[in-house]
């Protein structure tokens, strides 16, 4: 069993493994909106996984436009998501 972590999803604590892709846990936990665009407020989410598109785009410690698909999540790690 690999190492679990806890990180803070929009001010929630959320446990995953550690090293985890964090859009993989992200929709693991039931989100499977990670986004929602800036003009017209359409949702987004995991596309294409592996980095290419922009549908997972979050704010990790304070970093804007980080793909979740390919970030692996780590220990106290800060996420803000745009579903609001």
């Not at 550690?18 to 989410?45: D, Q």
């Not at 990790?60 to 980080?66: E, F, K, N, Q």
């Amino acid at each position: 069993m690999n190492e679990r972590i806890t990180l803070l999803v929009d001010g929630r604590r959320v446990e995953a493994e550690a090293g985890r892709p964090l859009g993989a846990v992200l929709h693991g936990e039931g989100n499977p909106i990670i986004r929602h665009t800036a003009r017209r407020h359409e949702p987004r989410g995991l596309f294409c996984g592996m980095g290419v598109c922009f549908d997972c785009l979050v704010t990790i410690d304070g970093r804007p436009g980080v793909r979740a698909c390919v970030t692996p999540v780590s220990d106290g790690m800060r996420v803000e998501t745009g579903r609001s």
